[in-house]
């Protein structure tokens, strides 16, 4: 299979991959997938290893594959679209049919409370996740194009997180409750921590493409491998922040008797925590490390 | 860098790269890194384009580079050994020095309830991180060592989540409390099963490799990128398990006032919490997906 197809998951590479910029010039280190087949500078024996393994494999063992794999890659697209979206709306709907809906006001601050669950959900879950499936998924824009992407739905989930953190915050102070005591509280404060940590290397070393990007290819390729982990990361310390605070949030609203009498409120919490959960397995389903496999059956049989 | 080093960081392939078992005829597909560099068989315009990205790196920078590595190996097996026992002796200290400590007897359930958090960190954390890191790192062994340390690590782990999961729910119905209905236990449902598929994934695999190696190896390859990506899922979803287990158990046993107190039970508590994240960094740290970036370095510059 040609590794310059249209098809964006078949050579599912490393997240590190994708970071090269182009135009590169031809002798510059490229990434293999970005190099033609070189079949014209094979060397004899190379080329009886190639004739050997292609001996083995039929024309229409690839079609089927590839057409598997743009199939795998139209699922993944619509169930993370679906799940990213719902879990944010099942929030926004519980919210409204069992908690009163939003507000910011001193007599009703459980109203203001409302926001720290949507918001963090919205940042940690919907954003951050649309935004780490985007720079998987997108192989036929321009590396630039995919990048600002990124960017912006991060800068989407950057106010959510504060806003929402807020909130939280200022609740506790008008109700009287101590801040940073739970283990929610602080698996969220190491995820915020992450995130913005991972946001201001991202914002250098994007400030650092626009101004210099050949002199400083080298070394923003060196922070691509540790900005990719440390996405990942964050994301599941998001995830298990948010689950976390859901268990807390049943507990503390239902009590332990009407949660584990199963009220609908208590099936519609757990749902919106499922959800995570699966928002979690697609994600790290589709930002899996196969891509150096692949890439390398890729590099042996490059017909 | 020589990919035959002994240095098991370096060239760090995805997990999928490890699983072709020694030894493979030379004409077979046998991943790259498995391959001695082939400098003999270079054409002559390959052997240009080496030149040209020789030139630009130095000796002492590549020996400085490997030095460096191998203090990040050494390091992350030290922290790894550290907090993945640490886990299991931190739980083990609580339930002795706050819950009384262990039991099977129907005069005290409590006894028995605290088998669950210790043989579930045990299980999910404890056994299955140590396996999922010695296959990650175990370079210098043969594969079928590395398999077999694996399989052993989860089977320990087996019989843990088992005893756990029927430790609380002979609990659960000698105290009349209803069976999953909290979002903890719709996880744990969820990462149980998973493990149990997995391991009967796992367990089959490796039967096929001692029944008919060769015949089945192209299907064995198949399954490994699958069983990789689910097998970080489960323990991350056993992650999300013990931190909402955790949350739950801190709210049932000290109640929100006590628990918002920080109490010295409290701050073990979350402690505990905060190790299993620990665990849960630096095992998806040392599983990210580079392998692909590095090993197309190694295959571009095979000096």
Redesign the interface.
Known sequence: MDSNSVSPMPEL?????FDKSPPSPP?E?V??DDLPP?P???????GK?LK??RSRSYDSEEHERGACEWCEYALVITLATILLIGVSALTIFWTFFYREGYGWADDIPEKQFNLHPTLMIAGFITFSGFSVLLYRICRCFRRIYVKLLHAIFHALAFPCIVIGFLAVLDFHNKKG??NF????S??GF?AMGLFGLQYAVGFFSFLLLLICNKGTANFRASLV?IH???G??TF??G??AC??G???K???TLG?ET????STE?IV??AI??SV?AV??VV??T???????R???V???PS
Do not use: D
């Open positions: 590479a490393p997240i590190a991959e002798n280190e990434p293999m070189p014209a500078t094979i060397s004899q024996a190379e290893k050997v393994q409750i101590n005591y739970s283990l929610h602080w698996i190491v491998p990719a982990a440390f990942v990361l599941v310390l995830v298990c689950l976390t859901l268990t807390e049943a507990l503390f332990s949660y584990a009498s199963m208590a919490i757990n925590g499922m959960v979690a397995i790290l389903y930002v899996r490390g196969t891509g150096g496999y890439l390398r059956k590099a042996q049989n």
